[in-house]
């Protein structure tokens, strides 16, 4: 229960840094699978180029509110983590993300693509976009200590 409190206390007064990670978050996402992944993404599903009366926002909101959740627990948690563990450097913290990606979120993403069939490929790209967020948001987090 103490670890829930100071959860909820480093919430209240780190808001701006969680912000900026979701920001931040999406910024990337936008750059990843826009003009530096975008292609290679849609041609591993199977996706043509949408036509602009089919692009919804209502078709893409509970994708972006997961993301939002998503985030927003990740930084909460990193950064309550980067309190207790007081890192010394930008390096010591994008090694903590590092670790923390590996089991939660690449060896999901291994699984779960090996089980369906995907191109490893199509693995790398998605699980290299998550790493680069949890660094960001890592250091966005390290910057506001």
């Known amino acids: 229960m103490t670890h829930l409190l100071a959860l909820t206390s480093y919430i209240d007064t780190h808001v701006m840094s969680i912000v900026l990670s979701i920001l ?8 990843w699978y826009g003009p530096l992944f975008g292609a290679q993404w849609m041609a591993y599903n199977n996706i043509t180029k949408p036509k602009k009366e ?3 926002f209502s078709m893409m ?7 939002i959740v998503a985030v927003f627990v990740q930084s909460a948690v990193l ?3 980067f309190e207790i563990m ?7 913290v994008l090694l903590i993300a590092t670790i923390l990606w590996l089991p939660f979120t690449a060896l999901t993403i291994v699984n779960s693509y090996a089980w369906s069939g995907k191109r490893i490929g199509h693995m790398s790209l998605e699980a290299g976009y ?4 949890i660094w960001t948001t890592a250091a966005i ?5």
């Open 79 to 81: 950064g309550r983590m």
């Open 141 to 145: 987090l390290y910057a506001t200590l």
């Open 86 to 92: 007081q890192p010394d450097s930008i390096g010591q």
């Open 130 to 133: 998550y790493l680069v967020s």
């Open 54 to 56: 089919d692009m919804k």
């Open 24 to 31: 931040a978050s999406f910024v990337l996402g936008f750059i």
């Open 61 to 67: 909101l509970p994708g972006i509110s997961a993301s």
